[in-house]
């Protein structure tokens, strides 16, 4: 159905930058919200920044001020400007996209394969 594919993640050092991108492919009517998710070795995938359709944006708190996100939404990519890089937000990334099921409140999930983001000191 949803095909998602990352591209951008890289080794870094700290304080440099790097930018993600993501596009959806194939059934991609209905895809309201995107985001990414991030997953470091022994922990849980946990929100890095999400995007509605019309442009809403949130942040993890640990992200704010030196991550962006935004979309392109005829080309159905969303990006993920991320500054300042830290040795914590090494993790692979993943693009989220969320269809809407019919039911208030209530998506499916669609994850691309991720991205390795590599921070060194």
């Known amino acids: 159905q949803v095909q998602l594919v990352e591209s951008g993640g890289g080794l870094v050092q700290a304080g440099q930058s790097l930018r993600l991108s993501c596009t959806a492919s194939?059934?991609?009517?209905?895809?309201?919200?995107m985001g990414w998710y991030r997953q470091a070795p022994g922990k849980q995938r946990e929100l890095v920044a999400t995007?509605?359709?019309?442009?809403?944006?949130n942040y993890a708190d640990s992200v704010k001020g030196r991550f962006t996100i935004s979309r392109d939404n005829a080309k159905n990519t969303v990006f993920l400007q991320m500054n300042n890089l830290k040795p914590e937000d090494t993790a692979v990334y993943y693009c989220?996209?969320?269809?809407?099921?019919?039911?208030?409140?209530?998506?499916?999930?669609?994850w691309g394969q991720g991205t390795q983001v590599t921070v060194s000191s």
């Open positions: 989220n996209a969320q269809r809407a099921t019919g039911t208030w409140g209530v998506f499916f999930n669609y």
């Open positions: 194939g059934s991609i009517v209905g895809i309201n919200n």
């Open positions: 995007i509605t359709s019309g442009g809403t944006t």
